[in-house]
């Protein structure tokens, strides 16, 4: 695996009189002359920060859950926005759908999850691609959804990929699920075997919750060497309290990258940022990290998919405010 350092503004120095990103060390094993390697002979497309950032988020797609504070949260985004909408442990699948068609009717590009796990049969399923066909949804994203027993016969997302086959209904775009830091109860060998089995039936991979820049572009570059070629959304968080945060990340498990935002300043630094930022996070450093390859082919990073957690005020706030310190 190649592996890929930090790109800061003032994260550069000079090799054989060409410019090359400083590697930052980590608890990771690097190797810093494969990437002085690719940048040598140009390639990594690397583009300057700001434009990344701009590239990121002129036109993200924002995931929100279907709770009855939704519709307040769909007011504060720009018309036609894509919009993702999770399956609810509690409320389930109908809920995802209920609120997918009422969205597509006031103009948004719906993007509904169909957890496998909580489809029940394959007439389940034939009902729920057919009213999501008729409510105008041209894609769908399928994980395999946080439920312990499955509520019918599909245990993955792969077999539920491989019964949407069957019916007379095709979507245009089909998004699966990507794990830069892994899985609580999956191993690697088996998450990689699952992608491998899943690509022929998708069109892009969504990643999972993640505060760490390497983190996803070593995933990257990892299933690239595997022969997966799908274009990939990076899941970043939105702009939340760190209590609500920490929590939420705790839960689905990305620990490693709730260490690392402390490990970059240090548990000073990363105080003074709580503390100056009134105990809000916001993803500056995460997306300051992508940004210089955000058209990069060879990472394929489509955009960015914003984990709003229902909290699109502030969101839309600081993002209206980033992309106008850097256009």
Known sequence: MCSRPHLYANGWQTVL????????????????????????????QSIPTAEGMVELLAE???????FESIDEQLGHLPEGSEIAITTSPTLGLEATIEWSERASERGYEIVPHVAAR?????????????RLTEAGVTDIFVPGGDREEPAGEFESAYELLVALEDLPYEFAEIGV??????HAF????????????????????????CYDPDA???????????GIDLPVEVGIPGVMKYQRLFGISKKVGV????????KTSGIVGFLRQLVGSRGTYSPDTLLEGLAPYATDPYYGIRGVHIYAFNQVPDLESWRAETLAKHR
């Open 17 to 44: 009189s060409i410019r090359v990103p400083f590697v930052l060390a980590t608890d990771r094993r690097r190797d810093p002359f494969g990437v002085r390697t690719r940048l040598m002979s140009g390639d990594i």
């Open 216 to 226: 996803v572009l070593e995933w990257i570059d990892e299933i690239r060497t595997r």
């Open 186 to 209: 999956l191993d690697d060998e088996t998450l990689a075997a699952a992608m491998n089995r899943k690509e022929p039936y998708a069109t892009y991979v969504v990643t999972q919750l």
């Open 177 to 182: 699920t990507g794990y830069p830091e892994g």
């Open 60 to 66: 993200p797609r924002f995931e929100l859950m279907p």
């Open 255 to 262: 620990g490693d990258s709730v260490r690392f935002l402390k």
């Open 118 to 130: 909580y489809v029940e049969d394959r007439d389940h399923l034939a009902e729920i691609a057919r």
